[in-house]
């Protein structure tokens, strides 16, 4: 059965380059946008040429549509194949009797992809590399090391309620999956009893304080998850209805190296190798207590290529997987005249910077950091015009390209734009904070002309019957169903 068209769908295509820059203009000119702020450009990528514009210069918040960025700076600058290593280290020699007589160090590099679906596999190649080197004990400590970043556990300029949400799991350089947990709420056999909580996975160390309620059947759900900052314990509140099936809520994890190391830990003991010390965590501002060049390498463990993890974090728009990206980014193009103090995200900003100007590409940017999720990231349609049509000529550009969400398809626009012309064809990156919307990317126009563009909605709240997306969609639907030319 085919689904009601949508109004975007509904609208005759146009047929000229006049009728289409008629369309665009009445739908941004309506009422309901009297106090809202456009930012909007779309060109033509064989010529260049302007199609339709709109504010094209304000700068204006665009959430996500940041890590078009992030992803741009560390493709060109690291390459498709870069992969990040791990190194895993001792402060003394293993014996032949396989007994590590001092600490084992994991040096986090930032890597983002220990999240395997069976918890205890994200280990497996630390255990690969121990065996190999021969240790059975280790006598010391276990020591997860977080200084190759320097940054606070949050990103620049994001809100303090952020830090209770996934969205905003604490930066890491040893991160393990995703810096998040879920936990299960299963509704009580017994009414106004506690909804049962199971948390997954593991050696958190969290306290968490069950405050769930179970209703009668046909009530209304609310459940929610409260954190104070800097706090191990959970608060889970709300009311759950009787035979209703378990809702998963994701948890942040505060200090997640020291989960790590604690995990790390239990998963060594798992295969026979005990560590007698215990798991401790270093971290910026804090320096390594040890000499510089003293430690013995035992191995290393590395990621999968960069083109994996830049397509893991652009479709589903995963705010940590960017900034961790970002922040290496950061690290590995730091200029040596950089003060001290300067953090891996500043780093990274300048870098950014540094990289725009070298392309050509308009300077009107102001980033806190990668991911979007800062309130403080701005640019412009036009600048983001210009990097996406500077990525199509790149040596990664198909990287670039196949790591956007495709319009009805997957990622962030899974659910968007069936049934409509920009179905698997619009492939292009969301954006999406309180008050903020931004679509940006390529779309093929059924004339099959590419073009580029960015849109960008900000300070808008939409009627009932509307969503914020639909404002964006509604333009990108015109795009793929124009039947006309450009250079007409």
């Known amino acids: 059965m085919l689904a009601t068209p949508t109004r975007a769908q509904s609208a005759k295509a146009a047929g000229s380059l006049e009728e289409l820059r008629a369309q665009i203009?009445?739908?941004?000119?309506?009422?309901?946008?009297?106090?809202?702020?456009?930012?909007?450009?779309?060109?033509?990528?064989?010529?260049?040429?302007?199609?339709?514009?709109?504010?094209?210069?304000?700068?204006?918040?665009?959430?996500?549509?940041?890590?078009?960025?992030?992803?741009?700076?560390?493709?060109?600058?690291?390459g498709g194949d870069y992969q990040f290593v791990t190194p895993i280290l001792a402060t003394a020699k293993t014996d032949p009797a396989g007994v590590l007589r001092g600490d084992l160090i994991i040096s986090g590099r930032g890597d983002p992809s220990w999240k395997a679906t069976n918890f205890w596999d994200n280990f497996t190649p630390f255990i690969e590399v121990l065996a190999k080197a021969g240790v059975r004990r280790v006598t010391g400590d276990l020591i997860a090391d977080n200084t190759f970043f320097k940054a606070p556990m949050a990103g620049s300029g994001w809100c303090a309620e952020d830090l209770e949400d996934s969205e905003g799991a604490e930066i890491s350089a040893l991160t393990l999956a995703d810096n998040t947990i879920q936990m299960v709420i299963t509704p009580d056999?017994?009414?106004?009893?506690?909804?049962?909580?199971?948390?997954?996975?593991?050696?958190?160390?969290l306290v968490f304080i069950n405050r769930?309620?179970?209703?009668?059947?046909?009530?209304?759900?609310?459940?929610?998850?409260?954190?104070?900052?800097?706090?191990?314990?959970?608060?889970?509140?709300?009311?759950?209805?009787?035979?209703?099936?378990?809702?998963?809520?994701?948890?942040?994890?505060?200090?997640?190296?020291?989960?790590?190391?604690?995990?790390?830990?239990?998963?060594?003991?798992?295969?026979?190798?005990?560590?007698?010390?215990?798991?401790?965590?270093?971290?910026?501002p804090e320096l390594a207590p040890w000499p510089q060049g003293g430690?013995?390498?035992?191995?290393?463990?590395?990621?999968?290529?960069?083109?994996?993890?830049?397509?893991?974090?652009?479709?589903?728009?995963?705010?940590?997987?960017?900034?961790?990206?970002?922040?290496?980014?950061?690290?590995?193009?730091?200029?040596?005249?950089?003060?001290?103090?300067?953090?891996?995200?500043?780093?990274?900003?300048?870098?950014?910077?540094?990289?725009?100007?070298?392309?050509?590409?308009?300077?009107?940017?102001?980033?806190?950091?990668?991911?979007?999720?800062?309130?403080?990231?701005?640019?412009?349609?036009?600048?983001?015009?210009?990097?996406?049509?500077?990525?199509?000529?790149?040596?990664?550009?198909?990287?670039?390209?196949?790591?956007?969400?495709?319009?009805?398809?997957?990622?962030?626009?899974?659910?968007?734009?069936?049934?409509?012309?920009?179905?698997?064809n619009v492939h292009a990156k969301t954006g999406t904070l309180r008050w903020v919307n931004a679509l940006s990317g390529y779309v093929t126009t059924a004339a099959g002309e590419r073009l580029v563009f960015s849109l960008m909605l900000n300070r808008y709240e939409p009627p009932a019957d509307r969503k914020r997306t639909d404002e964006l969609d509604a333009i990108a639907v015109r795009l793929a169903g124009f039947t006309g030319h450009t250079n007409d």
């Not at 304000?58 to 940041?66: E, G, K, Q, W």
């Not at 179970?214 to 209805?241: D, F, N, Q, S, W």
């Not at 809520?249 to 005990?274: C, E, H, M, N, Y």
Request: glycine share 8%; with cysteine; proline share 8%.
């Open 25 to 78: 203009e009445q739908h941004i000119r309506q009422p309901r946008f009297d106090g809202a702020l456009w930012g909007i450009k779309i060109a033509s990528l064989a010529t260049g040429k302007t199609i339709f514009e709109s504010h094209a210069d304000r700068l204006m918040s665009p959430a996500s549509n940041s890590k078009l960025y992030a992803a741009a700076l560390a493709l060109d600058t690291l």
């Open 189 to 205: 056999k017994t009414l106004a009893a506690p909804g049962q909580t199971t948390p997954l996975p593991p050696e958190t160390g």
């Open 212 to 284: 769930t309620t179970t209703i009668a059947a046909g009530g209304k759900k609310h459940l929610e998850v409260r954190k104070p900052l800097g706090a191990k314990v959970i608060y889970i509140l709300g009311e759950i209805p009787a035979g209703t099936p378990p809702e998963i809520l994701d948890i942040p994890v505060p200090q997640p190296g020291a989960w790590f190391g604690a995990a790390l830990k239990t998963a060594l003991a798992r295969q026979g190798i005990s560590v007698w010390g215990k798991v401790r965590c270093i971290a910026w």
């Open 295 to 424: 430690l013995i390498k035992l191995g290393e463990v590395k990621s999968p290529p960069l083109r994996s993890l830049i397509r893991a974090f652009m479709k589903p728009s995963q705010n940590l997987e960017t900034d961790l990206v970002f922040n290496h980014t950061g690290e590995v193009l730091r200029a040596k005249e950089a003060p001290p103090w300067q953090t891996s995200e500043q780093a990274a900003v300048a870098a950014l910077e540094t990289w725009l100007a070298a392309k050509d590409i308009p300077a009107d940017l102001h980033f806190d950091e990668g991911s979007g999720l800062s309130r403080n990231n701005l640019t412009s349609a036009n600048a983001t015009v210009a990097l996406l049509s500077r990525m199509t000529t790149n040596r990664w550009a198909q990287d670039y390209f196949e790591a956007l969400p495709i319009a009805g398809v997957d990622g962030t626009l899974r659910r968007r734009m069936k049934n409509t012309p920009a179905y698997q």
